[in-house]
């Protein structure tokens, strides 16, 4: 006999495969890269204003919490950008048999996460 359905829906129940993580992931650092922009913008004309404001932006961001920042930018840059090249190879019928989508999403992993280490390397 099948176990009947739950009624509700508890999210720190369910455990989703790492494909789906990956996917999740995709959205949320598409958000993030799209809510910080207008940040993003107003730094960077900060730092074209003069050579006041240029001293003054990089007093910015040499603080340690705009370091932390920029650094969550890089990895969602590069999580995105990991992220929609699987999605794109998956869109072209390439990799979706189970072990390829679970050995790309490790890939996106490894990749995103090693090249943040290397940004986070230059920007501290």
Not at 35 to 59: G, T, V, Y
Not at 70 to 79: E, K, Q, T
Request: charged share 15%.
């Amino acid at each position: 006999m099948a176990r009947p359905r739950p009624k509700y829906l508890n999210l720190l129940q369910i455990r989703l495969p790492l494909p789906g993580v990956v996917s999740i992931l995709h959205r949320v650092s598409g958000a993030a890269l799209f809510l910080a922009l207008p940040f993003l913008l107003m730094l960077f004309e900060l730092s074209l204003e003069s050579a006041n404001a240029f001293a003054r932006s990089r007093e910015v961001f040499s603080h340690w919490v705009v370091k932390l920042f920029l650094i969550g930018m890089a990895w969602a840059y590069l999580h995105h950008l990991c992220a929609g090249l699987r999605h794109l190879a998956l869109d072209l019928d390439t990799g979706t048999e189970l072990a390829a989508a679970r050995a790309t999403s490790w890939a996106v992993f490894a990749v995103s996460g090693a090249l943040t280490l290397a940004a986070a390397a230059v920007i501290w």
